[in-house]
């Protein structure tokens, strides 16, 4: 088999830029600056976005620690019309409060939240907290797959990301990174066990 040329790192930043949304790379990195959160304020605004709805008492309730509150809170963030970067802030950041204190409904949200914002460390450190409780979840495999391949991680493992990819392949985001390995043959090329031919196979069932 001849080898294939290519600059990986160009060319995962390529793919990185086409899947993220493009309000990720500028709110990302707010997730966990919470220096901007006022209770008062920020009942006035959800009250303005749901002027039919009351919901102080959610909010208040919220800010107490109640993990379910903070899980509906920012559930009232991620179905807002016009979301805005600090919507996407907000709701990441509520998800994420309620998770830490291990509501599993949460876990996952913030897992699919974390992913399709980019922010994927959290995705990854919260989805190997689901692992520890449920070894087999899908959801939390695909997330730790793109971790490795879209996360820029110090050490990357392209075995894991490979394999749980292939486990997890009904879902998009082990989709996209089934299409890294196809499409550059960067990783598959760095697996001993893992042929581009295989990848190949994998792409033409598709």
């Not at 379910?68 to 970067?85: A, I, P, R």
Request: aromatic share 14%.
């Amino acid at each position: 088999m001849s080898k294939i040329h290519f600059k990986p790192l160009k060319i995962i930043f390529l793919f990185a830029i086409i899947l993220i949304p493009k309000s990720v790379l500028f709110s990302a990195t707010l997730v966990d600056d919470w220096s901007f959160i006022d209770q008062d304020a920020e009942i006035n605004y959800i009250n303005s976005i749901y002027p039919n709805e009351d919901y102080s008492d959610l909010i208040k309730a919220a800010y107490s620690g109640d993990k379910v509150s903070q899980f509906k809170l920012s559930f009232l963030y991620v179905k807002k019309g016009n979301k805005t970067g600090n919507d996407i802030v907000f709701a990441t950041n509520w998800m994420k409060k309620s998770a830490e204190q291990d509501y599993f409904p949460a876990m996952e949200t913030l897992v699919k939240l974390s992913t399709e914002f980019g922010n994927h460390k959290v995705a990854y450190e919260t989805a190997n907290k689901i692992l520890a409780i449920d070894k087999e979840n899908a959801l939390a495999k695909s997330a730790i797959a793109c971790y490795h391949v879209f996360g820029f991680p110090q050490k990357i493992d392209r075995e894991l990301a490979y394999r749980y990819a292939q486990e997890t392949k009904e879902l998009p985001t082990s989709k996209a990174v089934l299409s890294i390995f196809f499409t550059t043959g960067y990783f598959a090329c760095k697996l001993n066990h893992v042929s581009v031919e295989g990848t190949e196979l994998y792409s033409a069932k598709e």
